[in-house]
């Protein structure tokens, strides 16, 4: 085993007899699952370090991770370009006005 930051899932991807024979996705999972839980070696190890469901639920998991972690910094440009585009249009001066009343006093 080799220490790997985010930590590994092993899968076993459907073989090139397997997509041109068109086997299905669900059956390949079912194989895929059936593999590690015979395979010798495999078998004794934890069934979490296994499959491709597994590998897409921690995929998922980092990238929410990652999104928590960019929130604030993109809240805070966010603020930025809000306040930036407020002073912008605060400089415009007033909108004209609009009832046709007011608009004739202005000619």
Known sequence: KAPL???YIMVK???QDEINGKVALSEAKRKECEFFE???HFRKEDTALFGVERLEKRLSEILVER???SLPEMKTQVDAA????QESLNGLGD???ETTPKRRKLL
């Open 13 to 15: 991807n459907r073989g």
């Open 67 to 69: 999104i928590k972690c």
């Open 95 to 97: 909108a004209p006005p």
């Open 82 to 85: 809000l306040r930036e585009t």
């Open 5 to 7: 930051e985010l930590g």
């Open 38 to 40: 015979t395979h010798p």
